[in-house]
């Protein structure tokens, strides 16, 4: 028991993450990469970076569009459109400025036609998916709790 | 571009990032990645060729 505790701390002690864990965290978020690149891993930083970066261009290339958490459309329940929101969301920057311009919101009909319309809203939910997952590893290098 | 390339495209994606993030050393990361990106199209190709038999 003196191990574990040596080893994880007293029970119900836990360590706290340092402040700038939640920037590089966050840094993550907004720009995709630089979490990990101002923290000096180059080749982790341009790899999970481009990864998102390369899965949101390619979904908008494919016709996909970005969900908002409200909606105008007739018959659309919000509740349905959370789960796709929260996941487009995790692209940050790139999530806030489509946003801002009113950018690929809009279902449009000649992009409903393409074939790879639904191949570029997986694209779109997964790059973002992809950047929580890099925020995460951005955080926990900060905080040392990885290598 | 086909289908086939686009399972491709995706899954060579998410086995990257899943391979950095899952493991340390970069020995661990590329066989972790080329794993999950050989999941992706095994998995793929199998329902592909379930759901081309069931008459939908």
Known sequence: LANREKREGKPGEREMAPANAWLYGALAWLMPGTGHIFQGRWGRGLLLGGAVWAMFITGLLFGGHLFGFTSTDAGTNPLLQAAPAIANLGTGGLYLFCSLLGLNFAELPEQMRRATFEYGNTFLWVAGLLNYLSMLDAFDIAAGRKS | ?56
């Open chain 2, 1 to 56: 571009m086909t289908h086939l390339l686009v399972m491709i495209l995706f899954g060579a994606i998410v086995g990257a990032v899943m391979g950095v993030v899952s493991r340390e050393t970069a020995r661990e990361q590329l066989r972790y990645g080329l794993k999950v990106f050989g999941e992706f199209m095994v998995i793929g190709l199998v329902l592909a060729w379930v759901l081309y038999f069931l008459p939908l």
